[in-house]
Each structure stands twice: as C-alpha cells, then as structure tokens.
C-alpha cells in the first residue's frame, strides 16, 4: 500500500477591485448575466463568461427545470455555446458568479462537478489550461490556473 498525495492551489483576491482589469471586466459580465438566470426552484443563480482567444466572449446562466435534470447550469451553457458558435477558439478565462435569492453569498462558489468534468474536456480538447475565477455575489475571488486544481483526478477521451 501506498499514500498518494494530491496539492492544489489557488490565488485568493480580496475582492472584485483586486483583480486584474481584464478579469474584473469579465467578472462584471458573469455578474450581469447572472441575473437572467432562470433558477424559479432552487432560487441560485449563476452566470458565467468565457473570454475566448479570438477575443469574444460568451455568456451563460443557469437554466432550471421542473424536471431537475433537465437543467443546465451557466458554466455548461457558456461552454457549450463556445464550442458551437467557435469550435476553433480555445477558452482562455472563465468568471464564475453564483447568488442566493435567501442567502448572502460571500465566499467563493466553485463549478459543481459536472462542470468541472464539462471544463476538463474542452481544456484537454485544447490542450492548454483555463484559468477560472469564482466567487459568490460579494467577497474574495478566487483564481484557479487549471481546472486540474479543481478536478486533479479528470476523466477523459483516453480511458474510453
């Protein structure tokens, strides 16, 4: 038997304001989209932005569904908007925002896993990292280099 260890680290800013201008600008995005969310059961609302190496950049929020799975959170609609109006554009940064309709969200709200996995393919479909930046409504941000940092076990095209 043996031990395996696994590090990750990320980069905690203070705030909003702390971040470099071209994040704090997509961050402003993915706070201004997510109020379009469509989050009627959960009242949790997301918003992501992508900025792409083409210089576009694409939104998502979350979209609910009575029947749950159906649902799709921002971080997928972004990402998967991405690969189809920019199959080409490899995915540079992502803003992650999340807010409660009943609680105040101050600490950073990181991808749920079936994003993470959704990151993990178009990151090694690229073969270079997103960096992701999450955070709640207020409060830190916190910056991830890799989804690798969030998902350091990934599964991907090469065990299939």
């Not at 950049?57 to 569904?65: A, D, K, M, P, R």
């Not at 105040?104 to 896993?113: E, F, N, R």
């Amino acid at each position: 038997m043996k031990k395996i260890e696994i590090k990750t680290s990320f980069t905690a800013y203070q705030s909003l304001e702390d971040l470099p201008k071209e994040v704090s600008t997509l961050m402003q995005q993915a706070i201004q989209i997510r109020k379009n969310a469509y989050a009627p059961y959960s009242k949790f609302r997301v918003g992501a932005a992508l900025l792409l190496d083409n210089g576009k950049i694409v939104l998502g929020s979350n979209q609910e569904n009575a029947a749950y799975p159906s649902g799709l959170c921002a971080e997928r609609v972004a990402i998967f908007q991405s690969g189809s109006l920019f199959p080409d554009a490899k995915i540079l940064k992502m803003a992650i925002s999340a807010a409660s309709d009943s609680n105040k969200t101050t600490t950073p709200i990181p991808p749920c896993g079936g994003c993470r996995q959704s990151i993990s393919e178009y990151e090694f479909k690229q073969n270079t990292p997103i960096e992701i930046y999450f955070m709640g409504e207020s409060g830190e941000v916190y910056k991830s280099d890799s989804v690798k940092n969030l998902l350091p076990l990934s599964f991907d095209k090469n065990f299939l």
